[in-house]
């Protein structure tokens, strides 16, 4: 289960490389709220890592940090990043439902009910991304309704 976690911890700290590979892009693109959305996002992925950092901690485990891959830096355009970072939040869950899994096998009460916290954490993820892909799908190709979204992302807050 710690090696289980601790791969956990790498795939949050991958997660906020990639927003902010992402935010970036939307720098480079002019595109300032989606920016400020995706640097908002990879905070919160950092604290992810962070609650399984100090969980292992408090269950008398050991913390082992591994290399985070490098991100991927371009993208067809701001749908296309959007898109990605909703596969990104299902795969996240999926990671997130395998250590449940594994928990229950192990019986280990403790981190099956730790990980809770994750699974709902998770629900409100994918359906962030995934309204924001469906606006963008909606405007198409208008840039005064990409400049619209990107106004609405810019006040998500936090950065």
């Known amino acids: 289960m710690t090696k289980a976690l601790n791969d956990?911890?790498?795939?949050?700290?991958?997660?906020?490389?990639?927003?902010?590979a992402m935010a970036a892009?939307?720098?480079?693109?002019?595109?300032?709220?989606?920016?400020?959305?995706?640097?908002?996002?990879?905070q919160e992925e950092v604290e992810h890592a962070m609650k399984f950092f100090r969980f292992?901690?408090?269950?008398?485990?050991?913390?082992i940090l591994a290399a985070v891959d490098?991100?991927?830096?371009?993208?067809?355009?701001?749908?296309?990043?959007?898109?990605?970072?909703f596969r990104h939040e299902q795969y996240v869950s999926g990671r997130i439902h395998s250590l449940v899994?594994?928990?229950?096998?192990?019986k280990d009460y403790a981190t099956a009910s730790f990980l809770t916290w994750f699974?709902?954490?998770?629900?409100?993820?994918?359906a962030a991304?995934?309204?924001?892909?469906?606006?963008l799908r909606l405007v198409?190709?208008?840039?005064?309704?990409?400049?619209?979204?990107?106004?609405e992302l810019g006040e998500r807050g936090g950065d």
């Not at 956990?8 to 902010?20: D, P, V």
């Not at 490098?70 to 970072?85: C, D, N, T, Y």
């Not at 198409?140 to 106004?151: P, S, V």
Request: glycine share 6%; net charge negative.
């Open 119 to 126: 699974v709902d954490e998770q629900v409100e993820e994918e």
């Open 70 to 85: 490098r991100p991927q830096a371009e993208w067809e355009s701001p749908l296309a990043a959007f898109e990605e970072a």
């Open 8 to 20: 956990q911890i790498n795939a949050e700290l991958y997660s906020a490389y990639i927003y902010l």
């Open 25 to 42: 892009y939307f720098e480079d693109q002019n595109l300032p709220g989606a920016s400020s959305w995706m640097r908002h996002q990879a």
């Open 101 to 106: 899994e594994l928990a229950q096998a192990e």
């Open 56 to 63: 292992v901690n408090e269950r008398r485990g050991r913390v």
């Open 140 to 151: 198409g190709e208008t840039k005064h309704g990409l400049f619209m979204i990107d106004r």
């Open 129 to 135: 991304a995934d309204g924001i892909v469906r606006k």
